[in-house]
């Protein structure tokens, strides 16, 4: 019985939604919980995602897979290699990443959704000022301000009307900063 259910749940889950089942099933201290997440999720997940074209799996490959490795793992290099090449084949131009709108809004999302436009657009960036806390500051200096500021609105950000040098993340109506690195 368990299993058909996570068999019946997986039809109505979305993919974010399997992966995170799946991810939840794997750390339980149930051996059929574990047996289910290896098995069964993973098969529902891999006919879920042979359904999808080249733009929708770079997407998720994008979001759901380069999110959660580390900034300096290999791993990551070659997960994004991946996910910009499929994407610019099933959509003809660079992804521009942006967190599903099933995610909860946490500290720090509006901040890696710029620094993700920012890199996928090639635009030169460092957070400001450089701390541990990665997530303490929300300015970035980059070499023009006109350009970041033209990059992270097609990413989804808005203008303030406070100032030209403020943008704010659609998707949390979180600010960032924009500040011109001085030549």
Partial sequence: MFLLCILRAGDTLTISELIEEQRARVRSSVPAERFAAALLLSGVLAGRLRELGDLELG????????????VLAPELTVCVQAADRLCRRGADKTLRPRRSQAMKHEDGDHLLSAESALYWARIPHLLLPFQRNKFASDTFMVPSVAEARRCLRQAGFRESPRSPSLLIDCQTNRTIRLLEEAH
């Fill in 59 to 70: 997407q998720v490959l994008d979001r759901e897979v380069c999110s959660s490795l580390s």
